[in-house]
């Protein structure tokens, strides 16, 4: 069965060969890379997060205040003397200013900013694995809307012809009916499917707006000509043990989680080093300078060190410490949960590919035999054999059973991108898609060692 799937071309022929074809699914999915809003918000949200780690590492660096202060005073007194008369002193003013710098270095808090570095770096690995997600998501959406999109406009293009049948055959009734071959029933039976055939029509018109409206929103283009795709389950796993075990390994949720995992970890080390002493240095230099001849400026330099030691800060360190180790716990029933969800998604896309590759084939053969059996009726209905009602009956069968083919292939070839999304293989270097892949790393490494600065990378 996989054999005679693998080089199947995805989409019924019967419906659109006569088209000339512009745009190919790897296309579109290059366009929803690089047009999809939510996928360039994950982005911008990864960006973010990257900034988690200079962050945690200013914990290591010294903090540096300056000083500035300057204005004037005055001073003017009266004094009795010993006779009881009343003099003034001269009226004084100065102006005085002083500039200071002053410099504090920690130099041990329990670990917490190795701890918050490691933490921030892990975080940043947790939203590039999240990252990983939106973008299999927005590929697979994509994939998924295509073949949506193909599949409603070849059973539009077959509700079509289908109506040109059946007005043909209800022309073909009434001559019939003229010259008394048939009853006016077989002319109501015929106007009936035609009238049933429209309403058909006007539905699958109605699902190709839908379908268009939803690729607009995942390619973010207006669709053209679609050609047919063609299945990508070549990239997954050949046997079900093998695609359960990648899933549970290389899902992005599963990543995301254990990731997550570690995030919790450096948390509760983080909160324990509440409990630890903090030592710290701090040096100021301070030059006071006033417009008095007696002094005209003091300089000044202190170099002190702090040990402080937290001995009781009314519980509230402990109950987040042992908030933290709940957390950690949470998040490792996270991780088993993620890898039975992924091994779930691997089971059912398997299922459903193994199962529309069957369908294509027992469709295929229902094709065939329904189109045998609408020409014989056809020619028994000419000699009598067959009433109008068994050629309606036998028109609709075989519009049927090209509906249906139609819509195994497009069950083909989407299950076949959900089962690469759940293994955690979709992917643009993966697909082979010519667009440059976006690396997380740039921007991380631009960053990370920044000391100053509030413009962004690309300059904003």
Known sequence: MRSAARGLTVVAAISMSNLAFAETIESALTQAYQNNPSLNAQRAALRATDENVPIALSGYRPRITGTLTGGATG???????????????????????????????TLYNGNQTANRTRQAESQVSAARETLRLTEQTILLNGATS?????????????????????????????????????????????????????????NAESNVVTSRATYRQQIGIEAGKLTPGTPVDRLSPRSLGAAVQQGRVENPNVTAAALGVDVATLGVKINEGALYPTVSVAATVQKQVEQTPAIPYTLSFTALGTVSIPLFQGGAEYATIRQSKETLSQRRMDLDTQR???????????????????????????????????NGVREEARVGQ??????????????????????AQRDRLVASYALLSATGRLSVAAMGLKVGNYDPAIHYQQVRDTWVGVRTPDGR
């Open 386 to 407: 067959r009433t109008t009602l068994d050629v309606l009956n036998a028109q609709q069968e075989l519009v049927n059973a090209r509906v249906a083919l139609v819509t």
């Open 340 to 374: 039975d969800a992924a091994q779930q998604s691997v089971v059912q896309s398997w299922g459903q590919l193994e199962a529309a590759k069957a369908q294509i084939i027992a469709t295929q053969a229902q094709v065939a035999a329904a189109e045998t059996a609408l």
């Open 146 to 202: 295509y073949m949506n999109l193909l599949r409603d406009t070849a059973i539009l293009d077959l509700q079509r012809r289908n109506v040109e049948v059946l007005q043909e055959q209800l022309r073909q009734t009434r001559d019939r009916f003229n010259v008394g071959e048939v009853t006016k029933t077989d002319v109501a039976q015929s106007e009936a499917r035609v009238a049933a055939g429209r309403s058909a029509m006007l």
């Open 75 to 105: 001073q003017d007194q009266g004094v009795r003397g010993p006779t009881g008369t009343r003099t003034v002193s001269p009226f004084t003013n100065t102006a005085p200013a002083s500039v200071g710098l002053t410099a504090t270095q």
